[in-house]
């Protein structure tokens, strides 16, 4: 090793040492940790580490270490909130990640707004998210996630260049599928597309024939479906039903795929078969394809798009640290309002007045009997 390769090889060994010996910069991460979905808390907590992995192992942030504190809401509001407070009053953290149960982030947006933290909300698609936040209202809120009005335009974008003329609508009832399907109708409708029925589906149904009767009555040029826990039921009474017209919207495609039976499928039955997307693990994109490698050989897993946009927040909470030379609460809030990060999907987390980012979103489809990104919007 020549001198100059020494020196450099220890300069850098010496900065790892103080970067890991200094007082590490605190990140609050709360999610559901516990309980039947837990997975879903565990692959954010997944996506962050990957994120502060890579943070630390290029030296930090103010030459700093960076480490996340987590918070297990367990989806319920009255565990969700205290375990929020704890994270501002006992571990002081400067900013917060969460909290991937719609109605836990319901719950602590007052609480981060009165500790003056900033909060990015990473993973709960609600448009009244929007609506609350930034100008005239919370101003510490910050949402990442397209919007359900966002992926509703997006779909109905989608669906009008590929001259669909009218739908059909259906939905779990209750939650997120019908707030995004009622969106949705919304934005058809706006676009001039005629709707001809919208069914919503109790829980507890399990014969889906009639539904599909009714349905079927308006002869839609396409099927919007945002089924939920329904969806391999209906997908199994779809097939039976002989019916053939084209189904999209918010769609579990591997749930789908797996319902029906091998021959529907090599008969083209799901060839038609697209959805709006968030993110998908297939989108030919460097930055996603690095984000997917290196999940799988950190996890054995395929990232989920809670993952995904779990580990960006985290990038855009460091970046705004970085900017605002500073992990004071106040500093962070500023510079997340002023950021331009790049997202691995295209475009940028730029907020707009109510502090949204409006990152693309991808129409994934069926191909060669594989779920494929098949056009952005």
Not at 62 to 88: H, M, S
Not at 269 to 291: I, M, R, S, Y
Not at 306 to 320: H, I, K, N, S, W
Request: hydrophobic share 45%.
């Amino acid at each position: 090793m020549t001198r100059t390769a020494l020196f450099l090889a220890t300069l850098l060994s010496v900065t790892t040492a103080q970067v890991q010996a200094a007082e590490p910069i605190r990140i609050g991460i709360t999610t559901i940790l516990s309980g039947p979905t837990a997975d879903r808390g565990q692959s954010e907590q997944y996506g962050a580490q990957l994120a502060l992995n890579h943070i630390n192992e290029s030296g930090g942030v103010l030459g700093r270490p960076v480490e996340a504190f987590y918070a297990d809401n367990a989806c319920k509001p009255a565990i969700g909130v205290p375990a929020t407070q704890r994270l501002i009053e006992r571990e002081h953290v400067p900013v917060i990640i969460g909290a991937l149960c719609t109605p836990v982030t319901h719950a602590i947006m007052p609480v981060i707004e009165q500790a003056h933290v900033p909060l990015i909300i990473a993973t709960s698609a609600g448009q009244d998210f929007v609506d609350a936040s930034g100008v005239g209202g919370n101003v510490y809120a910050f949402k990442t996630i397209p919007s359900e009005v966002d992926i509703a335009g997006g779909l109905v974008r989608y669906l009008v260049a590929h001259n669909v003329k009218s739908v059909a609508v259906v939905s779990a009832a209750g939650g997120f599928p019908q707030l995004s399907a009622d969106a949705i109708a919304k934005a058809a409708k706006e676009a001039g597309l005629q709707v001809t029925d919208q069914e919503r589906l109790a829980p507890g149904t399990t014969d889906f024939g009639p539904v599909i009767d009714k349905l079927k009555a308006g002869n839609p040029d396409q099927l919007v479906t945002v089924l939920g826990p329904f969806t391999a039921g209906f997908f199994r009474a779809y097939e039976t039903s002989g019916w053939k017209v084209p189904v999209t919207g918010r769609v579990d495609f591997q749930t789908a795929l797996a319902a029906v039976s091998p021959q529907f499928r090599a008969a083209g039955g799901l060839a038609t078969l697209t959805g709006v997307a968030v993110f998908t693990p297939d989108q030919d994109l460097p930055g996603v394809k690095a984000f997917v490698a290196s999940y799988k050989a950190h996890y054995g897993l395929v990232p989920t798009q809670r993952a995904f946009f779990v580990y960006e927040a985290t990038l855009l909470a460091v970046d705004a640290i970085r900017r605002a030379k500073s992990d004071q609460p106040e500093a962070i809030e500023a510079a997340l309002r002023t950021t331009e990060m790049p997202s691995a999907l295209g475009g940028t987390y730029a907020p707009d007045a109510h502090n949204h980012a409006h990152t693309p979103l991808q129409i994934v489809g069926i191909r060669n009997d594989r779920v494929a990104v098949i056009a952005n919007e």
